[in-house]
Structure formats: structure tokens, C-alpha cells
């Protein structure tokens, strides 16, 4: 999971401070491992800040501690795109799937890059799921290991269910009129 790319993501629908980034998140399949928490926030922040992505605007309150609400620059936004339409031409993990994290925001794309995206993520995983049978197959005929064996049958059933659901959701795509995003957070 890239926590930063959330992060802008976020920042994409409106400028946040640091607890409604957070909240936004708690639970959102988009944090991945878990939820995400203020040692991974926090630093998250500062870095981006550092990179120029993002500017903090420290918000006096009367009764509450000063809070600091963070905006996108142009920088970040440029950012956000290559990570959201960029090439992933490396194969995927087959136990990882940072294509979830992407599809949370893929409404900030228009509906054809949308569609692309779709089309080289479902070879790429069709591709994996290959290498993955072939390599089951030398496993059985080398290794008789039964947790080995299942392992890679793992492997294989996640990737099957990946192509499945990327199918689905890219007939969905076709099939529907989305909105593209009017406003990409001006």
C-alpha cells in the first residue's frame, strides 16, 4: 500500500486535516493492512509536505488546539495521476493487490483511461495466473510437498478470483455511464 497515494487521494475530494484524513480511512479497504495510524500519518505527511505535494495551513481555534489542514498543490495532483494511470508492466504479487488501493479513485479518471487500466491489469493478472499453473505443475512433478503444493493452489485461486471480478467490474465499466469527476479538486 502506498499510504501517501491514499493520502492524496483523499486530498483529491477536499482539503483535510490529519484526524479526517484518518477517519476517511479507518476501515476503507484502501488501507490495505489494517488501519492506518498516526506513526504512518503523520510521518506521511511531513514527507509530502517536503516533496511539495502537499501545503499545511496551520487553522487557529479558540477552545481546541491549532489544527493543520493540508491541500494539494499542482505538484501533488501530477502525483496522484502518474501513480492512478501510471504503467504497471510488472507482473503482480500473488498475494498482494495494490490494483484495490487504485480502483477507490479511479472516478477521478476518465471513463477510457478507466477502461485501459481495466484491460492491462486483467492480462497482467492472466499472466500470473499462467506462470502460476505452469509453476504448479513443475512443483507437483519435483517436489511432492503437499504445503507447497497448496500454496501455490492459493496463489492460483486468488488470481482466478482477481481476473473474475476485474471482468465483472470491467463489463460494469462498459456497460455504465459514470461521471467522470467534474472538479479534480480545484
Known amino acids: 500500500m502506498s499510504v501517501a497515494h491514499t493520502i492524496l487521494g483523499v486530498l483529491m475530494d477536499a482539503p483535510a486535516h490529519g484526524y479526517a484524513i484518518k477517519k476517511q480511512l479507518a476501515g476503507a479497504p484502501t488501507a490495505g493492512e489494517g488501519p ?106 519435483r517436489d511432492p510437498d503437499l504445503y507447497r503444493e497448496m500454496l501455490v493452489d492459493y496463489g492460483i485461486r486468488i488470481q482466478r478470483l482477481r481476473r473474475d471480478w476485474l471482468e465483472e467490474l470491467q463489463g460494469r465499466v462498459t456497460r455504465s455511464t459514470l461521471p467522470v469527476a467534474a472538479a479534480r479538486n480545484a
Open 36 to 141: 492506518l495510524n498516526d506513526g504512518q500519518l503523520y510521518p506521511a505527511l511531513a514527507r509530502m509536505e517536503r516533496e511539495g505535494w502537499i501545503t499545511k495551513e496551520v487553522v487557529e481555534q479558540r477552545r481546541s488546539p491549532s489544527k493543520h489542514l493540508y491541500r494539494l498543490t499542482d505538484a501533488g495532483r501530477g502525483e496522484f495521476f502518474d501513480w492512478l494511470a501510471g504503467d504497471r508492466s510488472r507482473a503482480p504479487h500473488p498475494w498482494k493487490f495494490d490494483f484495490l488501493q487504485r480502483c477507490a479513485f479511479l472516478r477521478h479518471l476518465d471513463p477510457g483511461r478507466v477502461e485501459l487500466q481495466l484491460a492491462a491489469e486483467i492480462e497482467r493478472v492472466s499472466e500470473c495466473l499462467t506462470g502460476l499453473e505452469r509453476f504448479a505443475g513443475e512443483v507437483a512433478a
